[in-house]
């Protein structure tokens, strides 16, 4: 446990094994998990998105995925920007992204220390790749080409 309080944050829509690997590491990292899910208004130019789940469905997901792994210190606040709540925890210590949105924890720093607050310490993992050696993303699942695990759907 490196941080007390450390945020990650997302669409989480179908979640597979690379939001999977984001929230393990931000648990093996933090004491405490402030996990920013993205509210519904703010996803319509994102690929497919008339086909992503309601923000609902996401949250009872995320909960099943926390639930099941025993994870009990986290809270789930509903964001509306890519910087979330980020520069309202003046006490968060530490951001976990993947490769693929590293620029959104430049971005929350950037507000941060606009406004005077501490840079987050910023925890990178790698992207998780399907077996068609592509990045696991929710557009190929919700485009129908792969499933959660990273198989190709026989079409």
Do not use: C, W
């Amino acid at each position: 446990m490196k941080f007390r309080k450390v945020v990650v944050g997302g669409t989480f829509d179908r979640l597979h094994l690379g939001h999977k690997a984001l929230l393990r590491k931000a648990f093996e990292v933090g004491k405490y998990v402030y996990i920013g899910l993205t509210a519904d208004e703010i996803i319509k130019q994102k690929p497919y998105a008339e086909r992503i789940l309601p923000y609902e469905l996401r949250l009872r997901d995320l909960l099943k995925f926390l639930d099941a792994n025993g994870y009990r210190n986290y809270r789930i606040i509903k964001i509306y920007s890519a910087i979330g709540f980020t520069t309202k925890i003046k006490s968060l210590e530490a951001i976990v992204v993947s490769e693929e949105t590293y620029k959104g924890a430049i971005l929350v720093n950037r507000a941060r220390q606009e406004l005077g607050l501490r840079p987050l310490e910023i925890v990178v993992i790698p992207i998780i790749r399907s077996k068609l050696g592509q990045k696991i993303s929710s557009s190929l699942i919700r485009a129908g080409l792969i499933d959660p695990f990273g198989n190709p759907i026989k079409g």
